[in-house]
């Protein structure tokens, strides 16, 4: 059986990253379109506004908020009518997967910047797309991942820690999919099985969360650079990234597709929505008690959701929580990577198991 692995051409990380962005530009090209969030393009002052001064020749877009097709079509355009050799992306998860789409589309080269540490999608040579109201379209594989990753630490450190937590939810996440994925030989983002590599970097992934989790929390809330952060800004980052990416995905990614069906989620974060997702998971078969403890044990320990009550879904009826089950089992999605068999019905349960053992909890 032939096994695949893909990777981001260069990944950069560290404390004031951004100061080596123009040399990184000057690898692929002289001009950049910048596609950015409000996040950057609101703040006159700080590290962006000081690095894109360096930058001789570049032209500052503004993200809609949206990774749809209406916004990748607009930039696309935009772009078109530039003279710029690069893209560059700004942003949260959203904004770099729109900027990953319109670099494939213009067959240019994409350089990626995250200003938050919620997800894994900055290396990875896929992007969600959703509809125009926030709920889920598809997965959109590209050819290629981007050619740099540049993560600056010290801007993540000064972001809202919700956003850390989230992305520790989408990170924690990894190294249970993947070993299902292992378990049945699932197919990864590529349509083949993942290598040993894959699966080892998703278990350390794994290991630095439950390791370095709080404390990572703790420095962003006091707004300052540690190694505990460092080591989970790369879990969620780039770990995480190459665990889903060539390792695979399943279940908790496939609920997660499903809540987002429910327009009450739709202020929640994806991570936040993840770790839903794999909590349901720990209930789709007979898994150990130790392990459905150690995921609910870890979620409480950093303040994920841990009940549907946490994602908005306040008393959600059956016809909701089937709607939920049946996105979550369509065809082609990531749940039939499960090492057994998976029916809409079997998903709704496990929903509702996880929703009481989280209230459970919280009652305690």
Known sequence: MISTSIFPG??????????????????????????????????????????????????????????CDDEIDKLCDRFANDSTEVIIGIGGGKTLDTAKVVGYKQSCPVILIPTIASTDAPCSALSVIYNSDGSFNRYEVLPHNPDVVLVDTNVVSQAPVRFLVAGMGDAFATWF??????????????????????????????????EYGVYAKRACESNIVTPALEHVVEANTLLSGLGFESGGLAAAHAIHNGLTTIAATHNYYHGEKVAIGLQAMMFLTDRPSKTIDLVFDFCQSIGLPICLEDIGMIDPTEDELIKVAKRACAEGETIHNEPYEVTHRKVMHCIKAADAEGRRRKRL
């Open 10 to 67: 260069r990944y950069v990380q560290g404390d004031q990253a951004l100061n080596i962005l123009p040399e990184e530009i000057a690898r692929h090209g002289k001009s950049a379109f910048i596609i950015a969030d409000k996040f950057v393009t609101d703040n006159s002052s700080g590290p962006f506004k000081e690095v894109l001064e360096q930058l001789n020749d570049c032209k500052v877009q503004l993200f809609g908020g949206e990774c």
């Open 177 to 210: 999919e993947a070993e299902d994925c292992r378990l049945k030989r699932g197919t990864n983002m590529t349509g083949r099985v993942g290598p040993l590599s894959a699966y080892a970097l998703a278990k350390l992934c794994h290991e630095i969360l439950l």
